[in-house]
């Protein structure tokens, strides 16, 4: 009996330390994305400014594409992280008025202007 409870305890810390190491590197992932989603956020503000985006002015989401492609290389989930990541941060957010229209707050505009990468 003793000898059957140690084998299951002992297949239960094994099992806990590979879910350990798993949700460790998970978290480092996350962690590293949240870094690159940050970093990709201000250069999409950059190239937004730079483009002529304005505070409280709208921006079509087309054009928004065209920037981020053309001046910083975003594509597919990289563009959606960062659209992500700035809108959470209030750097970005949606137009109440228009759909697929987004407008630049002025967070943003600041962090924009005053973020050296």
């Known amino acids: 009996m003793r000898r059957a409870s140690q084998t299951v305890l002992g297949v239960g810390v ?14 480092k992932q996350s962690t590293y994305n949240a870094r690159v989603d940050r970093l990709d956020a201000i250069r999409l ?45 209030r750097w970005l957010a949606d137009s109440r008025t228009r759909k697929d229209w987004i407008y630049l707050t002025r967070t ?3 962090v ?4 050296v990468i």
Do not use: C, F, N
Not at 112 to 115: L, N, P, Q, T, V
């Open 14 to 27: 094994r099992e806990r330390a590979a879910g350990s190491r798993k949700a460790a590197s998970l978290r």
């Open 45 to 89: 503000l950059k190239a937004l400014v730079a483009a002529g985006a304005k505070p409280r002015a709208p921006m079509a989401s087309a054009w928004i594409d065209e920037i981020a492609v053309r001046d910083v290389s975003l594509h597919g989930t990289q563009l959606a992280s960062a659209l992500a990541y700035a809108e959470g941060q």
């Open 108 to 110: 943003g505009e600041i």
């Open 112 to 115: 924009a202007k005053g973020s």
